[in-house]
């Protein structure tokens, strides 16, 4: 399968995240990598089924509706669980939809996120935020489905500019 299609993803217009993996990456000594060697996993599960993780903060870019995220239950999940996170209501074109971990500070790390576009006739994107400030500061590299491509933007102050 094309590798884009299963790109990173937090920020979905309408998508489904099943599983986010940080591991280390370029550690500065042998004996530091070996410290640093824990890889965080986040999975869902059926006790916070029809509801936002705990841990994680929906947001949006952008004024009007949508941005409702929720655990479903989805056999498809990549991580096997039956649980993903799904990003549920259309928006006005303006509108990106985020969901980001609380609290969480890494550095020179590998993430791999499963992502499947479900719905959105306008819009399909998803993606994963990084340097996440607010809903109006981040970075993010987003795939879209109905456009098949691939861009990563810098957010500041509610304006995306395209870096790729």
């Known amino acids: 399968m094309n590798v884009l299609k299963w790109l990173w993803c937090l920020l979905c217009a309408v ?27 986040f999975r869902f599960s059926k006790d916070e089924l029809g509801k936002v ?7 949006k870019t952008g004024q009007g509706e949508g941005s409702v995220w929720k655990v479903v239950a989805d056999d498809t999940s990549p991580s096997k669980t039956g649980y993903v996170l799904a990003q ?17 500070n890494y550095k020179d790390v590998e993430v791999s996120v499963g992502m499947k576009a479900v719905a959105g006739k306008v819009d399909q994107g998803g993606g994963l935020v990084w340097r996440y400030q607010d809903a109006d500061n981040y970075f993010i590299a987003r795939y879209n489905p109905l456009e098949t491509n691939y861009r990563v933007y810098k957010v500041v102050g509610g304006k995306r500019i395209q870096l790729a």
């Open 15 to 41: 998508g489904v995240v099943g599983l986010w993996t940080v591991g280390p990456g370029l550690a500065a000594d042998k004996e530091k990598e070996e410290k640093e060697k824990k890889e965080q996993v």
């Open 53 to 59: 993780p705990k841990g994680w903060t929906a947001a």
């Open 88 to 104: 549920t209501a259309e928006g006005p074109r303006p509108l990106f939809n985020l969901c980001v971990v609380n609290d969480t």
